[in-house]
Structure formats: structure tokens, C-alpha cells
């Protein structure tokens, strides 16, 4: 199992609401309430507040995870060496780089990132900070869903049957 899920099936059903739960119900409000921001070309309103809401959480609280998990987990996996392979790697990896797009979104509604750009170009460049967070989150819970030793197999045997 890689460590992605040990820590989503350890302390349950903690680990599995402040690593999973929280930060995909942020990804999906953002997520849905964009696309109907966008469609009907609405910047008020209940839909613009929940995605401004979501937007402000989102980025401050995943760099929290993201801390605590480089702390707690990353630094002594890679000092110790106890990875488990490439797949184990990935899933982490891809699953802490989501900070990057939510520290974004956060930095917009903060307006830090993009406030002298058209209302347009903000509501797009939202859109795609949020696309590239789910698309790293999936990325990091299809890794995190294989066996690790899928791929030692190969590095090993030279060919997997």
C-alpha cells in the first residue's frame, strides 16, 4: 500500500476528512459553482459567494496539510529512505503539489494574484487553477491506489507479465 493510502485509512475517519473530505468538498464547490459562474456570466450572488468562500479556505488550508505532511511524513520517508517506489512517490507528490493551484485561487479572492486583470481573464485563470488542482488530486489518488510493488516487479524482472 503506498503511504497516501496508509494515511487515508490510518485514525480514521480523521485522516480521511482533513486529507480528503476537506479539500475535495473545497475543490468541488470551486469547481461546480465556476461553472455556473461562467455560464451564466454571473459575478453576484449566493453561487459567487460560496465560490469566494471555498476560494478564501481553500489555499490557506491545504498549505497547513501541505506543512504538515512535508514535516511529518516526506522529510523522514526521504531521510530514512522508505519510500515505496516510484508510485508511492507520485501520489505524494502530485498530491502536495495541489497547494500550488489553491495558494493561487486564495492569492486571487485575496486579490494579491491577477487584480489588475478584466474580470473575464480572472474568472478563466480561477477556472484553470482549479482544473490543475483536480486534475493532481486524481492524479494522486490513482497512484495512491496502486500497489507499489506493480512497479518494482518491473524494475526488477525487467518485464511484467
Known amino acids: 500500500m503506498t503511504h497516501y493510502m496508509e494515511l487515508l485509512q490510518a485514525n480514521q ?3 480521511l476528512i482533513f486529507f480528503m473530505a476537506i479539500p475535495v468538498i473545497l475543490a468541488e464547490t470551486l469547481a461546480i459553482s465556476e461553472f455556473f459562474i461562467l455560464l451564466n456570466k454571473r459575478t453576484d450572488g ?3 459567494l460560496a465560490n469566494r468562500i471555498a476560494g478564501l479556505i481553500a489555499g490557506p488550508y ?6 504538515y505532511l512535508l514535516i511529518t511524513a516526506v522529510i523522514p ?9 516510484g508510485f508511492d512517490v507520485i501520489a ?8 500550488v493551484p489553491y495558494v493561487l485561487i486564495s492569492l486571487m479572492e485575496f486579490n494579491v494574484v491577477g487584480k489588475n ?12 487553477f482549479v482544473s490543475i488542482f483536480l486534475v493532481v488530486a ?8 496502486l500497489d507499489p510493488a506493480l512497479i518494482s516487479s518491473v524494475a526488477t524482472s525487467g518485464m511484467a507479465m
Open 117 to 128: 486583470l478584466p474580470l473575464d481573464r480572472k474568472l478563466r485563470l480561477h477556472a484553470i
Open 62 to 67: 491545504f498549505a497547513i496539510v501541505f506543512l
Open 13 to 15: 475517519p480523521w485522516n
Open 138 to 145: 486524481h492524479i494522486a489518488m490513482i497512484f495512491g491506489m
Open 77 to 85: 520517508l526521504t531521510t530514512t529512505g522508505q519510500w515505496r517506489g
Open 92 to 99: 505524494v507528490g502530485f498530491y502536495l503539489f495541489g497547494v
Open 46 to 48: 449566493p453561487l459567487r
